[in-house]
């Protein structure tokens, strides 16, 4: 069976740093590619950032150059260094898996989800 689990949400004010993390069990980082989404209230869930086997990245245009996605594969552990956060980055944020290794950031292409991390980002 397969768990994630997220932690490190909080909140900061505009321009502060979070750094989430994701658990897992029962998978194996090395062998699928990984994904940070967020949805915010009233709005779909939306791909940040995914790594895939070979550790290549994607981001989505409005985290670039300020969110760092990566992973330890020894600690099955997966992480999103967030920068320089503003308002509109307010959401619960969701770590998943897919069966596939390529890269990914398609909400609907990820097999496993982790129940979530809350991150405010204040003005």
């Known amino acids: 069976q397969v768990q994630l689990v997220e932690s490190g949400g909080g909140s900061v004010q505009a321009g502060g740093s979070l750094r989430l993390s994701c658990a897992a069990s029962g998978i194996t980082y090395s062998s699928h590619c990984m994904g940070w989404f967020r949805q915010a209230p009233g709005k779909e869930r939306e791909g940040v950032a995914a790594i895939d086997v070979n550790d290549s990245t994607s981001y989505t245009d409005a985290v670039k150059g300020r969110f760092i996605i990566s992973k330890d594969n020894a600690k099955n552990t997966l992480y999103l260094e967030m920068d320089s956060l503003k308002p509109e980055g307010t959401a619960m944020y969701y770590c998943?898996?897919?069966?596939?290794?390529?890269?990914?950031?398609?909400?609907?292409?990820?097999?496993?989800w982790g129940q979530g991390t809350q991150v405010t980002v204040s003005s």
């Open positions: 998943a898996a897919t069966v596939r290794w390529w890269l990914l950031l398609s909400p609907e292409e990820y097999d496993y």
